[in-house]
């Protein structure tokens, strides 16, 4: 590119990065990091940790920087001591990741400021009574970036506010990483007892009411009904990343005759989605994007999901039969028939790959390239 930039990316405390088990905000973090440090661009990522220390990785310099609070204290803690960093290395964009507070506390440093969002509440939303000071505090950024249309309307009509200006930005995927795998697919059914002759349905993500999995549970109780040759088999954290207790949910996939892997390291996720032959994403309420959809079509599996939120701008009709939300009864005959038409699923499957390349990492870079000039 002709005119390199300097960018801080800054996010939730929450997770240090890389985090092996962390979630969709600290891989779009670093995932955006390293395609743009690949384009040339200085880039450096703040991290939230125990410990202050600085590593490179990929071209991306990441600084961790020791914070001692708690959340929701704690993202304050790290972006004060964030941005006291910038101040003395100034960077020409502060591009922050969930965090609405960002742009008035970077007030004076010059540079743009990004605020990319995977959900549009911020702090509570309209619970707060810091509502008002939000609905300003949005205003002052360079450029807002919500992950899906879904996720703009939303936040238009929740905030009612004439914002700065505002573009889609879709969360992307690596798919050197997520890739079909046949091997280490079967590699990992034997390695977790699953027999060759049957099904695996799979989900992955938080294990929660929000995200459907009780609804997923169900139908798949029903599905056993009638048909034996068939695993479910849920790998994610209860209820938050970074979670590793139990809960009555996990319990209950055991309870079905399912198997509960609980949150797993990114180092195994792609083998994890290669063992399924069928993947589900059945979200009840505020699905804004869905990245673990978009990964396991990568691996080229067919999807079947609930037709809400920004589901529907990551898979396609021909890569995923839709449901709607809330409807374990028809989640069931979804899965029963892409289970027994062979044909249908292989094609899902077969298309799967090609409409997750559309959100590749690179390109995805070069997208918000075009927005940082032009805010």
């Not at 125990?50 to 310099?61: N, W």
């Not at 922050?96 to 990319?116: C, D, M, Q, V, Y």
């Not at 690596?174 to 027999?195: C, E, S």
């Not at 079947?304 to 009864?329: N, Q, T, Y």
Request: proline share 6%.
């Amino acid at each position: 590119m002709a005119n390199s930039l300097r960018i801080a990316h800054l996010g939730v405390a929450a997770l240090p990065i890389p985090h092996p088990l962390g979630g969709a905000i600290q891989r779009r973090m670093l995932e955006l990091a390293r395609a743009q440090a690949a384009r040339g661009h200085t880039v450096v990522l703040y991290s939230a940790g125990e410990r202050a220390r600085r590593t490179t990785l990929d071209g991306v310099e990441i600084r961790t920087l020791a914070c001692r609070r708690r959340m929701p204290l704690r993202d304050i803690e790290y972006m004060r001591k964030a941005i006291a960093e910038v101040t003395a290395e100034p960077a020409d964009l502060l591009h922050f990741h969930s965090l609405p507070e960002g742009a008035t506390l970077a007030r004076g440093l010059g540079a743009k400021t990004i605020l990319s969002f995977d959900n549009f509440f911020f702090r509570r939303g309209k619970r707060t009574p810091l509502f008002w000071w939000y609905r300003r505090a949005l205003r002052r950024f360079s450029c807002l970036l919500p992950v899906s249309q879904f996720c703009r309307r939303g936040f238009q009509h929740y905030w009612q506010t004439d914002p700065a200006p505002i573009h889609v930005l879709h969360n992307g995927v690596n798919l050197d990483q997520f890739t079909p795998d046949p091997v280490r697919g079967a590699q990992r059914r034997r390695a977790l007892g699953i027999a060759e002759d049957q099904k695996v349905v799979l989900y992955v993500g938080r294990v929660c009411h929000q995200k459907g999995t009780d609804i997923l549970i169900e139908a798949f109780a029903r599905l056993r009904e009638t048909m034996s040759d068939v695993r479910l088999v849920v790998a994610g954290p209860s209820e938050q990343f970074g979670s590793l207790a139990g809960t009555a949910l996990t319990r209950r996939i055991s309870e079905v005759g399912g198997l509960y892997l609980g949150p797993v390291d990114e180092s195994i996720l792609p083998s994890v989605y290669n063992m399924g032959d069928i993947f589900v994403m059945p979200t009840r309420e505020l699905e804004m994007f869905g990245m673990a959809a978009l990964e396991a079509q990568a691996c080229g599996k067919p999807v079947i999901s609930s037709e809400h939120g920004g589901l529907p701008e990551v898979i396609s009709p021909a890569s995923g039969l839709f449901f709607p939300p809330g409807r374990a009864d028809a989640l069931e005959a979804r899965l029963r028939k892409c289970l027994v038409e062979d044909g249908l699923r292989r094609s899902l499957a077969e298309m799967a790959r090609n409409n997750a390349s559309r959100f590749a990492w690179p390109g995805i870079a070069r997208r918000i390239e075009e927005i940082y000039h032009a805010c």
